[in-house]
């Protein structure tokens, strides 16, 4: 692995004590692959050791093999796929932009449609999707994917407006839980599930649109969002993609890299890459290596926390 200078445009900003904390001295970041258009939605399978992670210009989903350092095509013709995650069964989630849709991959490769309507209308273009423990699966459905046929389809939204939504674990009943985001796009739970975190990217087509996360909290029954406030306003680009680590520090998506945040609100450090970041993943046999889908390549830096 290269010493930091030899990776062009890599390297790390601390701004807080916290944060030099969380790195390993020898730790470099690595270029694991590049070729892509731009890549989003990595999720970690712990099983095999693999990630997979959307290609959405190329209509794919990409997969590296962190036991052998390969990496191949996991599927061709993925819809315009975009954020992914695992459920607690070990499945693939996935929100497909060309198909406006959230699939789930069985076990033994069949597509099953989880939600493709709400209220009878379709959805824009799911976005990014997070399972909670009690099963129920919540994604964003901003409307990038009926923009242009870039990484979908041009269309009109049906539904009229950028929402978020619950799929029921019991009944598949699929909720909206939020209706005041202009485009929301990555969302993350907190470590005890009592908060979700939800990135608005509406400065993506509006200079004085939205950049930043609010923080909600998760009501007692687990089906609805109160009481969203400000967390933190992105200081570079836009916030796509984040996750958090067992101590609920966001990592967080940029135009310069990856921004750390402690639970507070303060930004602790970056690590700045030579691409616009749009989202991340914690992965590795301990979930301490941090794996972050830039433009056109597939980044890691191992740390000394976990993910969730």
Known sequence: MPPFGTLEGTGLDILDREFASLLAGPERVQRVWTGGRWCEG????????????????NNRIMKFDELNGTTG????????SNGN??????????????????????????????????????????????????GSIWFT?????????????????????????????????VDKVTDDFVKPNGLAFSPDESLLYIADTGASHDPDGPRHIRRFKVS???????????????????????????AGRLWC???????????????????????TVANVCFGGPKRNRLFICASSSLYSLVLKTNGL
């Open 253 to 275: 998506s940029a135009h310069d890299g990856v921004h750390a945040y402690a639970p507070d609100g303060r930004l602790i450090g970056k690590i700045r890459l030579p691409e």
């Open 42 to 57: 990595p999720a970690w399978f712990a099983a095999h050791r693999t990630l997979v992670w959307s290609d959405i210009p």
């Open 220 to 246: 007692s029954d687990g089906r609805r969002l109160e009481d969203g406030t400000l967390f933190a306003t992105c200081t570079s680009g836009l916030f796509d993609g984040f996750r958090l680590d067992r």
């Open 141 to 173: 459905d901003p409307s990038y994917g009926i923009l242009s046929d870039y990484e979908g389809a041009p269309a009109e939204s049906e539904i009229g407006g950028c929402h978020v939504y619950r799929i029921d674990p019991a009944t598949g009943a």
């Open 85 to 134: 995650t695992v459920d607690r069964e070990g499945r693939l989630v996935t929100c497909e932009h060309l198909a406006r849709r959230v699939t789930r991959t069985e076990h033994d490769g069949r597509i099953t449609v989880l939600a493709d309507r709400w209220q009878g209308k379709r959805l824009n273009s799911p976005n990014d999707v997070v399972v909670r423990s009690d």
């Open 73 to 80: 095509v996991f599927r061709e013709d993925s819809n315009n």
